[in-house]
Nanobody, 123 residues
């Protein structure tokens, strides 16, 4: 019953902005690091951004540094991706992923994937 549901995608002109949301349910959101990936035809899946369980640490792909910001609101069980100065190469399906690290107990991670939301950057 764990679910991740993305929203906020759409069509935007180059240089424009979008804010993606990923709403989590069915698991303890605050125990999971959150990630945004993107996938487009002809390209491998790319990790765009990740954020730690409390929001204390963030990581970005070089291609989006300075333009994208990942954040989370544990009270709302939601992770966000603010995307500014969008470029045509940003056109992709954006997917969120939740990861719980269990290596301290000798177990593999728990992972949940969303279905994705389409972002199209075009004039």
């Amino acid at each position: 019953q764990a679910q991740l549901v993305e929203s906020g995608g759409g069509l935007v002109q180059p240089g424009g902005s979008l804010r993606l949301s990923c709403a989590a349910s069915g698991f303890t959101f605050s125990d999971y690091a959150m990630n945004w990936y993107r996938q487009s035809p002809g390209n491998e899946r790319e990790l765009v951004a990740r954020i730690g369980i409390t929001g204390d640490s963030t990581t970005y792909a070089d291609s989006v540094k300075g333009r994208f910001i990942i954040s989370r609101d544990n009270a709302k069980n939601t992770v966000y991706l603010q995307m500014d100065n969008l470029k045509p190469e940003g056109t992709a399906v954006y997917v969120c992923k939740a990861v719980r690290d269990l290596t301290a107990t000798g177990r593999g991670p728990l992972v949940f994937w969303g279905q994705g939301t389409q972002v199209t950057v075009s004039s």
